[in-house]
Protein backbone atom coordinates (compact mmCIF):
# COMPACT_ATOMS: atom_id res chain seq x y z
CA UNK A 1 0.00 0.00 0.00
CA UNK A 2 2.53 2.13 0.88
CA UNK A 3 4.15 1.87 -2.37
CA UNK A 4 1.46 2.55 -4.16
CA UNK A 5 0.70 5.77 -2.27
CA UNK A 6 4.26 6.95 -3.31
CA UNK A 7 3.80 5.74 -7.18
CA UNK A 8 0.93 8.06 -7.20
CA UNK A 9 2.24 11.19 -5.58
CA UNK A 10 5.57 10.83 -7.69
CA UNK A 11 2.76 10.57 -10.80
CA UNK A 12 0.71 13.63 -9.63
CA UNK A 13 3.86 16.11 -9.19
CA UNK A 14 5.46 14.57 -12.67
CA UNK A 15 1.88 15.66 -14.60
CA UNK A 16 1.62 19.27 -12.64
CA UNK A 17 5.39 19.96 -13.19
CA UNK A 18 5.69 18.21 -16.80
CA UNK A 19 4.22 21.57 -18.89
CA UNK A 20 7.12 23.61 -17.40
CA UNK A 21 9.84 21.27 -18.00
CA UNK A 22 11.63 20.94 -20.81
CA UNK A 23 14.07 17.32 -21.14
CA UNK A 24 16.77 18.28 -19.21
CA UNK A 25 14.86 19.27 -15.93
CA UNK A 26 12.74 15.95 -16.34
CA UNK A 27 15.84 14.23 -15.94
CA UNK A 28 17.10 16.21 -12.91
CA UNK A 29 13.94 16.33 -11.45
CA UNK A 30 13.29 12.38 -11.58
CA UNK A 31 17.13 11.61 -10.56
CA UNK A 32 16.02 13.97 -7.48
CA UNK A 33 12.90 11.43 -7.04
CA UNK A 34 14.75 8.51 -7.60
CA UNK A 35 17.64 9.84 -5.09
CA UNK A 36 15.19 10.70 -2.32
CA UNK A 37 13.52 7.62 -2.65
CA UNK A 38 14.91 4.40 -0.50
CA UNK A 39 16.09 1.11 -2.73
CA UNK A 40 14.37 0.98 -6.14
CA UNK A 41 13.76 4.27 -6.52
CA UNK A 42 14.87 4.60 -10.23
CA UNK A 43 11.66 2.07 -10.61
CA UNK A 44 9.88 3.76 -9.30
CA UNK A 45 9.98 6.86 -10.92
CA UNK A 46 9.75 5.88 -14.24
CA UNK A 47 6.65 3.58 -13.62
CA UNK A 48 5.44 7.12 -12.59
CA UNK A 49 6.78 8.69 -15.04
CA UNK A 50 6.48 7.12 -18.41
CA UNK A 51 10.39 8.23 -18.54
CA UNK A 52 13.07 5.26 -19.28
CA UNK A 53 15.33 4.48 -16.97
CA UNK A 54 18.25 5.16 -19.36
CA UNK A 55 17.02 9.09 -18.68
CA UNK A 56 16.77 8.71 -15.32
CA UNK A 57 19.93 7.29 -14.88
CA UNK A 58 21.95 9.90 -16.93
CA UNK A 59 20.05 12.34 -14.91
CA UNK A 60 21.59 10.78 -11.43
CA UNK A 61 25.24 10.93 -13.03
CA UNK A 62 24.95 14.34 -14.20
CA UNK A 63 23.81 15.71 -10.61
CA UNK A 64 26.54 13.23 -8.70
CA UNK A 65 29.13 14.26 -11.19
CA UNK A 66 28.71 17.84 -11.92
CA UNK A 67 32.39 18.24 -13.07
CA UNK A 68 31.56 15.99 -16.45
CA UNK A 69 29.36 18.66 -17.35
CA UNK A 70 30.42 21.19 -19.25
CA UNK A 71 31.08 24.71 -17.88
CA UNK A 72 30.28 26.63 -21.14
CA UNK A 73 26.89 24.61 -21.45
CA UNK A 74 24.14 27.13 -21.50
CA UNK A 75 20.94 26.55 -19.82
CA UNK A 76 18.64 26.74 -22.91
CA UNK A 77 20.63 23.32 -23.99
CA UNK A 78 19.40 19.91 -22.84
CA UNK A 79 21.94 17.74 -24.41
CA UNK A 80 25.52 17.98 -25.08
CA UNK A 81 26.62 19.33 -28.38
CA UNK A 82 27.58 16.70 -30.97
CA UNK A 83 26.16 13.01 -30.51
CA UNK A 84 25.14 10.89 -33.80
CA UNK A 85 26.65 9.84 -36.58
CA UNK A 86 27.77 12.28 -39.41
CA UNK A 87 25.86 13.21 -42.44
CA UNK A 88 26.22 10.83 -45.34
CA UNK A 89 26.20 13.39 -47.40
CA UNK A 90 29.74 14.75 -45.64
CA UNK A 91 31.23 11.20 -45.17
CA UNK A 92 30.66 10.14 -48.89
CA UNK A 93 31.07 13.78 -50.60
CA UNK A 94 30.48 10.89 -54.05
CA UNK A 95 26.70 10.38 -52.52
CA UNK A 96 24.34 13.52 -53.70
CA UNK A 97 26.24 13.31 -56.90
CA UNK A 98 25.45 10.00 -57.37
CA UNK A 99 22.23 10.13 -56.21
CA UNK A 100 20.87 13.26 -58.93
CA UNK A 101 22.94 11.12 -61.59
CA UNK A 102 20.27 8.49 -61.18
CA UNK A 103 17.64 11.05 -60.38
CA UNK A 104 17.97 12.98 -63.88
CA UNK A 105 19.53 10.29 -65.92
CA UNK A 106 18.96 12.16 -69.02
CA UNK A 107 19.83 16.02 -67.80
CA UNK A 108 22.81 15.31 -65.30
CA UNK A 109 23.79 12.12 -65.92
CA UNK A 110 24.43 9.02 -68.29
CA UNK A 111 21.83 7.83 -70.69
CA UNK A 112 22.67 4.66 -69.96
CA UNK A 113 21.84 4.88 -66.85
CA UNK A 114 20.52 1.50 -64.57
CA UNK A 115 17.34 3.31 -63.75
CA UNK A 116 17.16 4.88 -66.90
CA UNK A 117 13.86 2.25 -68.19
CA UNK A 118 13.06 2.00 -64.15
CA UNK A 119 10.42 3.41 -61.55
CA UNK A 120 12.83 5.28 -59.61
CA UNK A 121 11.77 4.72 -56.03
CA UNK A 122 13.52 5.19 -52.87
CA UNK A 123 14.33 1.32 -52.69
CA UNK A 124 15.51 1.06 -56.24
CA UNK A 125 17.55 4.19 -56.20
CA UNK A 126 19.07 3.10 -52.49
CA UNK A 127 19.83 -0.35 -53.93
CA UNK A 128 21.85 1.19 -57.10
CA UNK A 129 23.53 3.44 -54.56
CA UNK A 130 24.57 0.32 -52.61
CA UNK A 131 25.83 -1.82 -55.94
CA UNK A 132 28.01 1.59 -56.43
CA UNK A 133 29.47 1.39 -53.02
CA UNK A 134 27.73 3.44 -51.22
CA UNK A 135 26.03 2.62 -48.14
CA UNK A 136 22.89 4.34 -47.81
CA UNK A 137 18.96 3.05 -46.79
CA UNK A 138 16.04 4.32 -48.62
CA UNK A 139 15.03 6.62 -46.10
CA UNK A 140 18.03 8.54 -46.09
CA UNK A 141 17.67 8.46 -49.93
CA UNK A 142 14.11 10.46 -49.15
CA UNK A 143 15.92 12.26 -46.83
CA UNK A 144 18.28 13.40 -49.26
CA UNK A 145 15.85 14.05 -52.39
CA UNK A 146 13.48 16.69 -49.67
CA UNK A 147 16.86 18.20 -48.87
CA UNK A 148 17.78 18.63 -52.83
CA UNK A 149 14.13 20.14 -53.10
CA UNK A 150 12.82 17.06 -55.15
CA UNK A 151 8.98 16.09 -54.41
CA UNK A 152 6.56 13.20 -55.88
CA UNK A 153 4.62 14.83 -58.90
CA UNK A 154 2.57 13.40 -61.57
CA UNK A 155 2.68 14.46 -65.19
CA UNK A 156 1.01 17.39 -66.32
CA UNK A 157 -0.84 18.25 -69.21
CA UNK A 158 0.35 21.47 -70.23
CA UNK A 159 1.79 21.09 -74.05
CA UNK A 160 -0.89 21.79 -76.51
CA UNK A 161 0.92 21.14 -80.05
CA UNK A 162 1.35 24.39 -82.71
CA UNK A 163 -0.01 27.56 -81.56
CA UNK A 164 -1.60 28.86 -84.57
CA UNK A 165 -0.82 32.49 -84.75
CA UNK A 166 -4.03 34.03 -84.37
CA UNK A 167 -5.22 31.73 -81.15
CA UNK A 168 -5.17 34.62 -79.04
CA UNK A 169 -7.28 37.12 -81.95
CA UNK A 170 -9.82 34.20 -81.78
CA UNK A 171 -10.00 34.21 -78.20
CA UNK A 172 -10.31 37.68 -78.33
CA UNK A 173 -12.95 37.46 -80.88
CA UNK A 174 -14.95 35.07 -79.28
CA UNK A 175 -15.08 37.18 -75.88
CA UNK A 176 -16.60 39.55 -78.11
CA UNK A 177 -19.16 37.84 -79.56
CA UNK A 178 -20.12 36.74 -76.10
CA UNK A 179 -20.53 40.13 -74.52
CA UNK A 180 -22.47 41.37 -77.48
CA UNK A 181 -24.92 38.40 -77.47
CA UNK A 182 -25.42 38.80 -73.62
CA UNK A 183 -25.44 42.71 -73.64
CA UNK A 184 -28.46 42.01 -76.36
CA UNK A 185 -30.04 39.46 -73.73
CA UNK A 186 -29.57 36.21 -76.48
CA UNK A 187 -28.78 33.00 -75.31
CA UNK A 188 -24.60 31.76 -75.25
CA UNK A 189 -23.77 28.52 -74.82
CA UNK A 190 -21.23 25.97 -74.41
CA UNK A 191 -21.12 22.42 -75.91
CA UNK A 192 -19.14 19.26 -76.21
CA UNK A 193 -19.22 15.57 -75.46
CA UNK A 194 -17.81 13.84 -72.62
CA UNK A 195 -15.82 10.42 -72.99
CA UNK A 196 -17.86 7.27 -73.55
CA UNK A 197 -18.58 5.99 -69.95
CA UNK A 198 -19.15 1.95 -69.37
CA UNK A 199 -22.64 0.93 -68.24
CA UNK A 200 -22.71 -1.52 -65.62
CA UNK A 201 -20.67 -2.44 -62.42
CA UNK A 202 -17.20 -1.11 -63.59
CA UNK A 203 -15.05 0.59 -61.34
CA UNK A 204 -15.29 4.58 -61.19
CA UNK A 205 -12.52 6.72 -60.27
CA UNK A 206 -12.23 8.32 -56.79
CA UNK A 207 -13.47 7.47 -53.27
CA UNK A 208 -16.25 7.81 -51.34
CA UNK A 209 -17.19 7.28 -47.57
CA UNK A 210 -18.21 3.84 -46.42
CA UNK A 211 -17.75 1.76 -43.30
CA UNK A 212 -14.72 0.60 -42.82
CA UNK A 213 -13.33 -2.67 -44.70
CA UNK A 214 -16.54 -2.61 -46.56
CA UNK A 215 -15.52 -1.25 -50.06
CA UNK A 216 -18.07 -1.73 -52.93
CA UNK A 217 -17.26 -4.80 -54.89
CA UNK A 218 -17.16 -4.49 -59.02
CA UNK A 219 -15.97 -6.66 -61.80
CA UNK A 220 -12.36 -6.99 -62.13
CA UNK A 221 -12.38 -6.23 -65.87
CA UNK A 222 -13.92 -3.61 -68.03
CA UNK A 223 -14.89 -5.86 -70.61
CA UNK A 224 -18.39 -3.84 -71.82
CA UNK A 225 -21.80 -4.80 -70.44
CA UNK A 226 -23.24 -7.05 -74.06
CA UNK A 227 -26.83 -5.53 -72.60
CA UNK A 228 -26.15 -2.21 -71.07
CA UNK A 229 -23.08 -1.13 -73.48
CA UNK A 230 -21.91 2.73 -72.95
CA UNK A 231 -23.06 6.17 -73.16
CA UNK A 232 -22.35 9.37 -74.07
CA UNK A 233 -23.08 12.40 -71.98
CA UNK A 234 -23.21 15.50 -74.68
CA UNK A 235 -23.81 18.93 -72.95
CA UNK A 236 -24.80 22.60 -73.42
CA UNK A 237 -23.85 24.93 -71.34
CA UNK A 238 -25.58 28.25 -70.65
CA UNK A 239 -22.87 30.93 -69.69
CA UNK A 240 -25.16 33.69 -68.64
CA UNK A 241 -27.38 31.74 -66.19
CA UNK A 242 -25.01 28.78 -65.06
CA UNK A 243 -27.27 26.37 -66.17
CA UNK A 244 -26.64 23.33 -68.29
CA UNK A 245 -28.38 20.39 -70.26
CA UNK A 246 -27.08 16.73 -71.31
CA UNK A 247 -28.20 14.02 -73.29
CA UNK A 248 -26.75 10.75 -72.14
CA UNK A 249 -26.72 9.01 -75.59
CA UNK A 250 -26.66 5.01 -75.69
CA UNK A 251 -25.42 5.06 -79.78
CA UNK A 252 -22.21 6.76 -81.38
CA UNK A 253 -21.05 10.45 -80.94
CA UNK A 254 -22.14 12.09 -84.60
CA UNK A 255 -22.86 15.47 -85.24
CA UNK A 256 -26.78 14.92 -85.46
CA UNK A 257 -26.48 13.40 -82.39
CA UNK A 258 -24.54 16.82 -81.04
CA UNK A 259 -27.62 19.07 -82.73
CA UNK A 260 -30.10 17.20 -81.22
CA UNK A 261 -28.90 18.09 -78.07
CA UNK A 262 -28.69 21.17 -78.62
CA UNK A 263 -32.02 21.52 -79.90
CA UNK A 264 -33.42 19.39 -76.48
CA UNK A 265 -32.03 22.14 -74.77
CA UNK A 266 -33.75 24.85 -76.37
CA UNK A 267 -37.04 23.38 -76.12
CA UNK A 268 -36.77 22.47 -72.23
CA UNK A 269 -34.76 25.47 -70.79
CA UNK A 270 -33.74 27.81 -73.38
CA UNK A 271 -37.19 28.79 -74.74
CA UNK A 272 -38.35 29.52 -71.38
CA UNK A 273 -35.44 31.77 -70.61
CA UNK A 274 -35.02 33.50 -73.61
CA UNK A 275 -38.37 33.93 -74.99
CA UNK A 276 -37.60 37.36 -76.97
CA UNK A 277 -34.65 35.33 -78.75
CA UNK A 278 -34.02 35.63 -81.98
CA UNK A 279 -30.29 34.76 -82.30
CA UNK A 280 -28.05 32.05 -80.50
CA UNK A 281 -24.60 31.86 -79.80
CA UNK A 282 -22.63 28.45 -79.83
CA UNK A 283 -18.86 28.30 -78.95
CA UNK A 284 -17.65 24.93 -79.71
CA UNK A 285 -14.01 22.79 -79.94
CA UNK A 286 -12.20 22.86 -82.97
CA UNK A 287 -12.55 19.30 -84.05
CA UNK A 288 -14.67 16.18 -82.84
CA UNK A 289 -18.48 15.61 -83.74
CA UNK A 290 -18.87 19.63 -83.66
CA UNK A 291 -15.66 20.72 -85.56
CA UNK A 292 -15.27 23.42 -87.75
CA UNK A 293 -14.28 21.15 -90.86
CA UNK A 294 -17.51 18.48 -89.95
CA UNK A 295 -19.79 19.27 -92.90
CA UNK A 296 -22.38 17.26 -91.63
CA UNK A 297 -22.61 19.44 -87.99
CA UNK A 298 -23.02 22.09 -90.63
CA UNK A 299 -25.91 20.05 -91.67
CA UNK A 300 -27.18 19.55 -88.92
CA UNK A 301 -27.02 22.94 -87.51
CA UNK A 302 -29.78 23.94 -90.85
CA UNK A 303 -31.82 21.86 -89.17
CA UNK A 304 -31.65 22.71 -85.71
CA UNK A 305 -32.06 26.60 -87.52
CA UNK A 306 -34.79 25.77 -89.06
CA UNK A 307 -36.73 23.88 -86.22
CA UNK A 308 -36.07 26.31 -83.53
CA UNK A 309 -36.62 29.47 -86.12
CA UNK A 310 -33.37 31.60 -84.97
CA UNK A 311 -29.93 32.59 -86.50
CA UNK A 312 -27.61 30.12 -85.11
CA UNK A 313 -23.62 31.63 -84.66
CA UNK A 314 -21.14 29.22 -84.32
CA UNK A 315 -17.56 30.15 -83.04
CA UNK A 316 -14.87 27.71 -82.91
CA UNK A 317 -11.46 27.71 -80.35
CA UNK A 318 -8.43 27.45 -82.13
CA UNK A 319 -7.54 23.88 -82.44
CA UNK A 320 -5.32 22.39 -79.66
CA UNK A 321 -7.17 24.78 -77.05
CA UNK A 322 -10.51 22.88 -76.23
CA UNK A 323 -9.54 22.90 -72.33
CA UNK A 324 -10.85 26.21 -72.81
CA UNK A 325 -14.10 25.87 -73.75
CA UNK A 326 -16.25 26.47 -70.75
CA UNK A 327 -18.41 23.48 -70.44
CA UNK A 328 -15.34 21.55 -69.74
CA UNK A 329 -15.01 23.30 -66.23
CA UNK A 330 -17.93 24.98 -65.00
CA UNK A 331 -20.01 21.59 -66.08
CA UNK A 332 -18.57 18.66 -67.08
CA UNK A 333 -15.82 18.62 -64.32
CA UNK A 334 -18.19 18.97 -61.59
CA UNK A 335 -20.12 15.66 -63.14
CA UNK A 336 -16.94 13.73 -62.53
CA UNK A 337 -16.38 14.83 -59.16
CA UNK A 338 -20.13 14.39 -58.73
CA UNK A 339 -20.17 10.85 -59.57
CA UNK A 340 -16.39 9.81 -58.27
CA UNK A 341 -16.12 6.33 -56.28
CA UNK A 342 -19.90 5.22 -57.72
CA UNK A 343 -20.12 2.66 -60.34
CA UNK A 344 -22.41 3.53 -62.89
CA UNK A 345 -24.86 0.84 -62.48
CA UNK A 346 -27.31 1.66 -65.18
CA UNK A 347 -28.39 4.47 -67.58
CA UNK A 348 -31.10 5.47 -65.26
CA UNK A 349 -28.14 6.05 -62.41
CA UNK A 350 -26.05 7.78 -64.71
CA UNK A 351 -28.77 10.45 -65.61
CA UNK A 352 -29.77 10.72 -61.99
CA UNK A 353 -26.13 11.14 -61.21
CA UNK A 354 -25.75 14.13 -63.67
CA UNK A 355 -29.09 15.54 -63.22
CA UNK A 356 -28.09 15.90 -59.12
CA UNK A 357 -24.67 17.86 -59.78
CA UNK A 358 -24.82 21.16 -58.03
CA UNK A 359 -22.08 23.87 -56.80
CA UNK A 360 -22.09 26.37 -54.38
CA UNK A 361 -21.83 28.97 -57.39
CA UNK A 362 -25.67 27.64 -58.25
CA UNK A 363 -24.82 25.24 -61.22
CA UNK A 364 -28.49 23.30 -61.90
CA UNK A 365 -28.54 20.84 -64.81
CA UNK A 366 -30.98 18.84 -66.32
CA UNK A 367 -30.26 15.39 -67.88
CA UNK A 368 -32.39 12.77 -70.00
CA UNK A 369 -31.83 9.67 -72.18
CA UNK A 370 -31.41 10.12 -76.03
CA UNK A 371 -32.51 6.52 -77.08
CA UNK A 372 -32.36 7.73 -80.65
CA UNK A 373 -29.79 5.75 -83.33
CA UNK A 374 -26.87 7.65 -84.98
CA UNK A 375 -25.81 6.49 -88.07
CA UNK A 376 -22.32 6.87 -88.70
CA UNK A 377 -20.11 7.19 -92.09
CA UNK A 378 -22.81 9.78 -93.77
CA UNK A 379 -20.96 11.82 -96.71
CA UNK A 380 -22.57 15.54 -97.20
CA UNK A 381 -22.57 15.99 -100.88
CA UNK A 382 -21.34 19.81 -102.46
CA UNK A 383 -25.20 20.05 -103.17
CA UNK A 384 -26.49 19.48 -98.94
CA UNK A 385 -23.46 21.82 -98.04
CA UNK A 386 -24.36 24.55 -100.70
CA UNK A 387 -28.02 24.24 -99.27
CA UNK A 388 -27.09 25.18 -95.96
CA UNK A 389 -27.73 29.30 -95.10
CA UNK A 390 -24.46 29.44 -94.08
CA UNK A 391 -22.91 33.28 -93.79
CA UNK A 392 -19.12 33.39 -92.83
CA UNK A 393 -17.61 36.34 -90.63
CA UNK A 394 -14.76 38.06 -92.03
CA UNK A 395 -12.49 37.51 -89.62
CA UNK A 396 -11.43 33.63 -90.14
CA UNK A 397 -14.90 32.54 -91.77
CA UNK A 398 -13.88 28.62 -91.20
CA UNK A 399 -13.77 29.12 -87.69
CA UNK A 400 -16.88 32.00 -87.34
CA UNK A 401 -19.78 31.88 -88.94
CA UNK A 402 -23.70 32.08 -88.57
CA UNK A 403 -26.54 29.48 -89.97
CA UNK A 404 -29.63 31.50 -90.92
CA UNK A 405 -33.04 29.15 -91.05
CA UNK A 406 -34.07 28.35 -94.80
CA UNK A 407 -35.89 30.50 -96.49
Known sequence: MKRDATLEAVRRKFELL????????????????????????????????????????AGLRELRHPADVPADLPPQRVRHAGAGRPCLGQADPTLVLDLEALVEATTRGDPQSPLRWTCKST??????????????????????????????????????????????????????????????????????????????????????????????????????????????????????????????????????????????????????????????????????????????????????????????????FPPGTSKWNKIEHRMFCHITKNWRGKPLLSRAVVVNLIGNTKTKAGLHIQAELDTNTYETGIEVSDEELAAVQIEKHTFHGEWNYTISPSP
Request: charged letters at 25%; aromatic letters at 8%.
Open 18 to 57: RPLMNERMRRHWAACEAMTLQRGGVTLVAQATGLSRTTIG
Open 123 to 316: RNLAEELNRQGHRVSYRTVAALLHDLDYRLQANRKTREGSSHPDRDAQFEYINRQVRTFQRAGQPVVSVDSKKRELVGDFKNGGQEWRPAGEPEEVRAKDFPDQRLGKVTPSGVYDLTYNEGWVSVGIDHNTAPFAAETLRRWWCEMGAPLYPEADRLLVTADAGGSNGYRCRLWKVALQGVADALGVRVSVCH
